[in-house]
């Protein structure tokens, strides 16, 4: 039937993407091949504006909340045809995404939607734990805040999940979050609410009158660490905890500012190290504003150049002459001085900056080390160590940079080493071996980090060209005390040699440590007892003095 009053069934693209746009959800298409992910529709109120309409994974990984990074490189992973794609997601400044779709055509990209978890949720619960999640927890403190009296709210984040997941897997480490729901919720009656509220965050709200004995964050802390036993490993997990104070009644917070000032309390928990505990105070305020303010002048420091290298002396144990060093980063602040590491190198992780962060220390640490073969000639096969960070081994154009600098510094073939841990490495393992042999090729060594801490097979070992081995430092640094350290130290060693490969112990503290590592036959050292990082003028005094004396000093005892 013709007529104006007929309604048309053609398919419209504009009406389509306006009717995902007015229901917050976009499309998405992954094709990994092409280092790409792209999008249609309500970008901006999903949090994906700053990567619309296409962005690489890389970038997409980085804009992702820090404790739903694992999440998200797993989403990215690709998987046979016909597997089906479900997550959630939080992107920074934005709201819990549910990302949804499918693996298509053999597994060469993927396609799907994301939303907003709430127009989506058809249940109060977390699927894995049973708890109450986020929307539905927040929807009942909003409930307990109508009574008046005094309440507390307890935020704990599960430490290292990452490391959990490339150890388990995803399927068993989602036992360990499932179990710790579970314990968190026999040792809280309903009335607290506990909840998931995170990847690996979980919550309580209790009513302060009927706190008996134990604090709310203690009595999290009973419930969340008690040993388990997952797929043969012995768990020990330990949580990082944020607390905040309110008043219920007609003045009462919302659920949702209470659950942002716990969480700021969480983040100065985890800065103080693994196991933390904090309370919500106004000053964290003023911290978050001096965040913003770091961020920007973050950004700002690489073009001025205050982004520089200091230099740990490497080595040789036997002969006790210095073989190399390390580079690492440093932040000279015009005002503040010297910006921590820790607090600068996560900041620049959050804001994708590491890529540009390598390759300013590559640049840097290659002038500096062409610099003192020149003056130094007694120096002999003095070579420089750089870290990769997470993710760099895959950026592109790395090769490239890497035999531009070697190139045009003309440092020797193997002089500048580059450090690459094992996590990365298992990401892509066949991958990771094309670009590693790449910039062998090109004039790099390359040195696997942090060896000891992984969960990954040794038959990738032989295969990936590495040349060197680091051995973590906790092992070194307790090696004298425990010999179950002692021993992973010496197979590590006896590994290296079997494999042909050099092994630098992390850590070396003392003499003692040095001589220890010396009768199993380790090569080279690194740590406090020798020097910490130096500024490129006193880590040449430093090489100065030991070609004079023909050894490195070390601490007799520290």
Not at 24 to 48: E, H, K, R, Y
Not at 472 to 482: I, P
């Amino acid at each position: 039937m013709k007529g104006s009053g007929a309604l048309s069934t053609r398919w419209d693209p504009t009406m389509a993407l306006e009717a995902l746009a007015a229901a917050d959800t976009a499309l998405w298409v992954w094709m990994p091949a092409q280092d790409s992910i792209s999008f249609n529709g309500a970008t901006p109120s999903l949090g994906l504006g700053p990567l619309a309409p296409e962005c690489s994974a890389a970038t997409f990984v980085a804009l992702t909340l820090p404790q739903d990074r694992a999440l998200a490189e797993r989403f990215l992973k690709p998987r046979e045809e016909g597997a089906e794609i479900s997550v959630r997601l939080r992107m920074r400044g934005g709201d819990m995404c549910l990302w949804r779709g499918i693996w298509l055509e053999d597994g060469l990209r993927a396609a799907g939607i994301v939303t907003l978890e709430r127009h989506v949720a058809s249940t109060s619960r977390c699927g894995l734990t049973q708890l109450l999640d986020r929307y539905s927890f927040l929807g009942r403190v909003t409930e307990i805040l109508k009574v008046p009296g005094e309440y507390e709210m307890v935020i704990a984040d599960l430490d290292r999940l990452k490391r959990l997941n490339e150890a388990l897997g995803p399927e068993r480490a989602d036992l360990v979050l499932s179990t710790l729901g579970s314990r968190l919720s026999a040792a809280f009656p309903s009335e607290a609410a506990p909840a998931r509220v995170g990847e690996d965050e979980f919550a309580v709200f209790v009513s302060r009158d009927r706190l008996a004995g134990n604090t709310t964050a203690e009595k999290v802390r009973e419930a969340l660490e008690l040993p388990l036993s997952v797929a043969g490993y012995d768990i020990y997990p330990t949580v990082a905890i944020g607390a905040v104070t309110a008043e219920g009644g007609q003045d009462a917070p919302a659920a949702g500012e209470l659950l942002r000032r716990a969480s700021l309390a969480l983040e100065r928990a985890k800065a103080a190290g693994r196991g933390g505990v904090a309370a919500y105070g106004r000053a964290l305020e003023n911290d978050s504003l001096s965040r913003l303010a770091l961020e920007s002048e973050l950004r700002n420091a690489f073009s001025r150049g205050e982004i520089e290298p200091f230099f740990q002396p490497i080595v040789n144990l036997s002969t006790g002459a210095v073989a190399g060093f390390e580079a690492l980063a440093r932040w000279r602040h015009p005002v503040r001085g010297l910006v921590p590491p820790d607090e600068f190198l996560s900041l620049a992780q959050e804001m994708g900056l590491m890529g540009e962060l390598g390759l300013v220390m590559m640049r840097q640490a290659s002038r500096q080390l062409a610099e003192w073969l020149g003056r130094h000639p007694a120096a002999g096969n003095l070579f420089c160590s750089v870290n990769l960070s997470v993710g760099e081994i895959e950026r592109p154009h790395l090769v490239d940079d890497v035999a531009e600098i070697i190139g045009t510094v003309g440092l020797p073939k193997g002089a500048l080493k580059l450090e690459v841990t094992e996590s990365d490495i298992m990401r892509d393992p066949v991958k990771a071996a094309d670009i590693l042999a790449s910039l062998r090729e090109v004039g790099a060594s390359l040195a696997l980090d942090d060896f000891g801490t992984g969960f990954s097979s040794l038959s990738y070992l032989a295969r990936l060209p590495f040349d060197t081995l680091k051995i973590d430092r906790y092992f070194v640094l307790t090696m004298d005390k425990d010999e179950g350290s002692a021993k992973i130290v010496r197979s590590i060693v006896n590994l290296g040699r079997d494999l042909s490969l050099e092994v630098v112990a992390e850590g070396v503290e003392n003499a003692g440590l040095a001589y220890l590592l010396v009768q199993d036959g380790c090569h080279y050292g690194q740590g406090f007892g020798y020097a910490p990082a130096l500024p490129a003028q006193e880590a040449e005094v430093y090489l100065n003095e030991s070609l004079a004396d023909g050894a490195a000093p070390i601490k007799a005892r520290s």
